[in-house]
């Protein structure tokens, strides 16, 4: 157990020992598992692809306890689920099977059965994204990336956008407030607001441009520009057996993918 | 620096037009003066940032431990100077989980071992008392932490010469009063040298050893804390003396005299919040209201 305020070593918040064996996994491994679950959901035609998918996905967040933590996004994806049941079973180009005619709408069986087949791919590849963030510190990855040859500038830029998100969120809360102490209406029609828009998005832009020259400084301030590789504070391990599973995941999504598209995959 | 004179790029002003200052080590050297003054330039200037970082054309002579900075490339000048900035939201990288690791960024940056890097964090943590931070998030602090974070985050790096850049300017009272302690803590505990550029002159009675006015890219004053903010000609230039002083002579001009003769301005405090001064021990002259 790493008590975190020992004096001379790294303390224990910051080492954030993994919570199960999945989590211990190499950042990259967790990344091309993902990709792979995500290629084989969207690329195997018919109903096998994305079941068998989603099956392992559950199956992967049971064994690291994240499976509550997977409702959220799934929930997330009921809007754009929503509009592809409708657009399909509805709308539908060649469909003639007809389910019932419900005054000028038309849904079809076709459509239906491609809806649920795009349902399922899209939830599939929603959860198995899920399940590598909640199993996988930015930070974690970022390091790992870096190690392997992914530049220092490249790795902050991507870090820092992702940490940027909530910092432009409570930018843009406290620019609406301000602009609504100026007058501007953010409540009426929606021609109003989308006209709100400008007054909220100009001064966020400018700011955030105004700041890039002074964050370059700090960063340089900050020896960012050194020469050789940032001292990672976190043991990332791999082991052999996880660079065949990245090669035998990848390798083999790639291969069902063209076989599926070739036609050469017997499975419903 | 020696007749240090420097435009931005793209332009053929200088904004520094001859500027010879010396900072030595264990000294407060600040630097006042009105808008436009070139404070913020003689910042970057001195730190190395201009014209390394940000381009520009710069003459004279500016050295860093010994070195030219014009020779230096920017991650061999963030070892010998440190410069703190006002915003502390863009100081911070925006990259890490915990205050602790924001601290480390700079000596990961160069690839010190892992002993290494603790012992400097420690140490920065320790300079500026804000060991009890080190597991919060950085996007979750107030002003004034975050700024110390970004100040720890500096002194990690070990540098010589630490410049400081309207350090207090977007923080609350509150938030004021904490850096500025933390500033008057390291100034009297440290062999860095530091240069403050500060519009709060009480702050500069408070820590500056010397001051130095600045007025069109060049230096037109500079002694000793008390001489130069006790001169009349002060306020000519564009900046306000300390509050110590402001009373001491409204008092003199209302034809008052007694206790207020002999105050040390060191030891009358502003009151940040109150936006008074509040004496710490001086009784107060008949009549003023603190």
């Known amino acids: 157990m790493i008590d975190a305020h020992r004096p001379g070593v790294v303390p224990g918040f910051v080492l954030r020992p993994p919570t199960g064996s999945y989590h211990a996994l190499n950042p990259s491994t967790k990344l091309v598992l993902a990709f792979a679950e995500a290629a084989v959901a969207f690329g195997v035609r018919g109903w096998t692809g994305p079941l068998v998918v989603i099956a392992i996905v559950i199956a992967t967040a049971t064994a690291a306890r994240v499976g509550r933590s997977l409702v959220p996004f799934a929930l997330a994806v009921i809007p754009l689920v929503a509009s592809i049941l409708l657009v399909n079973t509805f709308l539908f180009p060649g469909a003639t099977d007809v389910i019932a005619r419900i005054g000028p709408l038309a849904p079809t069986w076709t459509g239906l059965e491609a809806a649920l087949q795009a349902t399922l791919r899209v939830a599939a590849f929603a959860l198995s994204v899920a399940v590598f963030a909640l199993t996988t510190p930015t930070d974690d990855l970022l390091a790992d990336l870096e190690r392997r040859g992914l530049g220092r500038r490249g790795v902050f830029v991507i870090g820092a956008a992702i940490g940027m998100i909530p910092r432009m969120v409570e930018r843009a809360s406290e620019i609406t407030d301000s602009q609504r102490a100026r007058g501007l209406d953010t409540e009426g029609s929606r021609w109003r607001r989308i006209r709100g828009v400008v007054p909220l998005a100009a001064p966020m832009i400018i700011g955030a441009l105004s700041e890039v020259e002074e964050r370059t400084m700090a960063l340089e301030a900050r020896a960012f520009s050194a020469p050789g590789r940032r001292t990672i504070l976190r043991p990332l391990p791999d082991s052999a057996w996880q660079r065949i599973v990245r090669w035998v995941a990848g390798l083999g999504a790639i291969i069902l993918v063209a076989a599926s598209v070739a036609g050469l995959l017997p499975v419903p | ?290």
């Open chain 2, 1 to 290: 620096m020696r007749d240090a004179r420097y435009a931005y790029a793209g332009t053929s002003r200088q904004v520094l037009a001859g500027v010879d200052l010396d900072v030595e080590a264990g000294r407060v050297v600040a630097v006042v003066g009105p808008n436009e003054a070139g404070k913020s330039t003689l910042c970057l200037v001195a730190a190395g940032l201009a014209p390394i970082a940000i381009g520009g054309r710069l003459e004279g002579s500016v050295l860093l431990a010994g070195d030219e900075t014009a020779g230096l490339a920017a991650y061999q000048a963030a070892q010998r100077c440190g410069i703190l900035f006002q915003n502390p939201a863009t100081q911070l990288s925006g990259t890490t989980s915990t205050v602790w690791e924001e601290i480390a960024f700079g000596p990961r940056n160069l690839g010190l071992d892992i002993g290494a890097i603790v012992e400097r964090v420690e140490g920065a943590m320790a300079t500026l008392d804000i060991a009890g931070l080190a597991d919060r998030d950085p996007q979750r602090l107030s002003g004034g932490q975050a700024q110390l974070v970004a100040l720890a985050s500096v002194l990690a790096l070990r540098p010589s010469l630490l410049v400081l850049d309207e350090p207090t300017s977007q923080l609350d009272p509150a938030g004021t009063r904490l850096v500025g302690d933390a500033l008057g803590r390291f100034a009297a505990d440290n062999g860095t040298a530091v240069l403050l550029v500060e519009h709060k002159t009480g702050l500069v009675a408070r820590i500056a050893d010397e001051v130095a006015v600045l007025v069109g890219g060049r230096i037109v004053e500079h002694g000793p804390t008390a001489e130069i903010l006790r001169d009349p000609a002060l306020a000519e230039h564009g900046v306000d003396p300390p509050p110590a002083v402001r009373i001491e002579r409204a008092v003199a001009a209302a034809g008052r005299s007694g206790d207020l003769a002999g105050l040390d301005l060191a030891a009358l405090e502003v009151d940040p919040i109150a936006g008074a001064p509040r004496p710490t021990g001086a009784p107060l002259p008949t009549g003023a209201r603190a």
